[in-house]
């Protein structure tokens, strides 16, 4: 065997090698693609639920709330951002990184300091290379996030929006996610979560529950203690449900990549057994060009012999 061929075979042993590791990882991704989708599912519910009851209450009390109150003139945003912990998802983490960056070039347009929040570490790899600060992070949980998850992300950012940005706080809080809309798409988005506009909760209501009729509530001890233990719930819900639709969109990002990365390998080996075969066959014409050559000096020599 030639040196080139054992080179070209080498490589297509390599090559092959990767591709289970690629077929492995999509066949992983997929099956984790169906596991998150369940849990979206599952807090539709709750979130539905909790969102007529803050909407219930919006209708039933004029109160204002640290939550709910706009600042006069906002001076300071917080902007929660939420990426993964782990690559080999194609541009997922990017995408999100360059949509909360467009987010805080608007921001700084209107005049606005922003202090930035992050989920995972590729978001704060991103942040640490290139000197920023960042107010908090969170890591470890991207792929498989849990409401306690969503509980320790909300707390920081619900106490600083209810200082304000006179007491070291912010005025307002932006979330930027990846959205799941299907095994094809994930769009990276932006939203207001604080200060919470309770007109726009209860048109949320209303088209969750397609128009129907809203259940009569009592409040007790009151209309303003309820929404207060409401509020941080309902941020709560939201940033579970941004964290899930992430993790999806995550999922399907990778379980993509790896397909495609599967679909190269194969084209790879294919490429590389047309090399290796035309490798052979120019060794064998080789020999075969030697051995008549051999053979002919020798029948020469035989003949100038005789």
Excluded: C
């Amino acid at each position: 065997m030639g040196a080139q061929l054992r080179i070209y075979k080498r490589r297509i042993r390599s090559v092959s090698a990767t591709k289970k590791i690629t077929r492995a990882m999509e066949m992983i991704a997929a099956s984790r693609i169906v596991k998150a989708q369940r849990q979206v599912a599952a807090s539709s519910p709750y979130a539905s639920e909790l969102t007529r009851a803050v909407a219930a209450v919006a209708k039933g009390s004029t109160t204002k709330h640290a939550l709910t109150t706009e600042a006069e003139n906002p001076t300071r945003a917080a902007v929660l951002l939420v990426t993964s912990d782990r690559g080999l998802a194609g541009g997922y983490s990017s995408n999100a990184i360059k949509a909360a960056e467009r987010l805080t070039e608007r921001l700084k347009g209107e005049g606005k300091e922003v202090d930035a929040y992050i989920v995972g570490r590729k978001g704060v790899s991103y942040y640490t290379f290139r000197e920023r600060p960042v107010a908090d992070s969170w890591t470890g949980f991207t792929d498989n996030p849990t409401y306690a998850d969503a509980k320790a992300v909300a707390g920081p950012l619900i106490e600083a929006v209810v200082k304000g940005s006179a007491e070291g706080g912010v005025d307002e809080l932006h979330i930027v996610f990846t959205e799941f809309v299907s095994m094809m798409t994930q769009t990276a988005v932006d939203a207001r979560l604080l200060p919470l506009s309770l007109e726009e909760t209860a048109k949320e209501a209303e088209e969750a529950t397609k128009g129907e009729l809203m259940p009569l509530y009592e409040f007790e001890p009151s209309a303003e203690d309820v929404l207060d233990a409401l509020l941080p719930r309902y941020v709560e819900s939201r940033i579970y449900n941004a964290l899930l639709q992430a993790a999806a969109s995550k999922h399907a990002a990778t379980r993509r990549a790896m397909k495609s990365a599967t679909d190269n390998a194969e084209e790879l080996i294919k490429s590389l057994s047309r090399l290796a075969n035309a490798a052979r066959q120019a060794e064998i014409t080789q020999e075969i060009s030697e051995i008549v050559g051999g053979a002919s000096a020798l029948a020469d020599a035989t003949a100038g012999s005789d």
